[in-house]
């Protein structure tokens, strides 16, 4: 099970932190990958981590602006986003899949119920 929380509606420029936390799995043993969903389009990759390689991956409209992190002791997994864009409204879902990361979404074995983040300009 993951669920995430965080989500919320911040101005152009702000900061939110996103957090996904695991139970019912391995959380070592994963890869988290957080997505959004904006409405009309496609579900997309936003960022991953690699419990077992600790290696992460980013898209690069987020690059430099989002981070994320893993706290394997809480099994939780965190986003912070920095320096919003109204384009980065979306739906944030956070999904788990064994071993490495990926961008494929059908890869991913167990999905949260998303968190709502909303950017004014």
């Known amino acids: 099970q993951l669920v995430e929380s965080g989500g919320g509606l911040v101005q152009a420029g702000g900061s939110l932190r996103l957090s996904c936390v695991a139970s019912g799995f391995s959380f070592d043993d994963y890869a988290i990958g957080w997505f959004r969903q904006a409405p009309g389009k496609e579900r997309e990759g936003v960022a991953c981590?690699?419990?077992?390689?600790?290696?992460?991956w980013y898209e690069d409209y987020v690059k430099g602006r989002f981070t994320i992190a893993s706290d394997n002791a809480k099994s939780t997994v965190y986003l912070q986003m920095n320096n919003l864009k109204p384009e980065d409204t979306a739906a944030y879902y956070c999904a788990a899949k064994r071993g490495g990361w990926s961008t494929r979404r059908g890869e991913y074995d167990y999905w949260g119920q998303g968190t709502q983040v909303t950017v004014s300009s």
């Open positions: 981590i690699s419990n077992t390689y600790d290696r992460t």
